[in-house]
């Protein structure tokens, strides 16, 4: 048990994030297709673009620790997504579709903020001024775009839900 440190718990959620963000990637594909308004669905777009580039930096990340790069299955975001398929399926049509993948969006995004956010400050008291550097790009982006759908929910997508048509 001795030669789990730090470092180690670092290089395992740096595969749990890899693992994740390349599923991320493909589920946003789908609720693009599934959404009905148009900003909804170009956010979704235009995070699934920044979802590759943080898929690439952590590439990046790992070279910096001298490790290949190497996801391992993480739970949370299989079940964040598996509810999101849920939604597009039980909710297909409907007023509440795009609430709904909003809602799901936004609870990626918060795992997100989360990992990364842990990932930066363990990579600060590791000493790995780079890795830090580079995951604070990825924290900032999450939560810009958390915020964007935060509006979007709270401008239009929540009230057209509530009123029963699509926004």
């Not at 994030?17 to 990637?25: F, P, Q, S, V």
């Not at 297909?92 to 809602?103: E, I, M, R, V, W």
Request: with cysteine; charged share 30%.
């Amino acid at each position: 048990m001795a030669d789990k440190t730090l470092d180690t718990l670092f290089h395992e959620t740096l595969k749990d994030i890899y693992y994740a963000e390349r599923k991320i990637g493909t589920a946003l594909r789908k609720m693009a297709r599934a959404a009905q308004n148009p900003d909804l669905k170009s956010a979704f777009e235009t995070h699934e673009q920044e979802t590759q580039a943080q898929y690439e930096r952590l590439t990046e990340v790992f070279e910096m620790i001298g490790k290949r790069p190497q996801g391992k299955t993480c739970d949370a975001i299989e079940g964040i997504i598996s509810e999101a398929q849920e939604v597009m399926d039980e909710f297909k049509g409907s007023p509440a579709l795009d609430a709904g993948l909003l809602a799901a969006a936004q609870a990626v995004e918060h795992y997100e903020i989360s990992r990364y956010g842990t990932l930066k400050s363990w990579a600060a008291q590791l000493g790995m001024d780079d890795a830090v550097s580079v995951l604070d790009q990825t924290l900032q982006e999450e939560s810009a775009t958390d915020e964007k759908l935060t509006a979007l929910a709270e401008s239009v997508v929540n009230a057209a839900a509530q009123k029963g048509k699509a926004a």
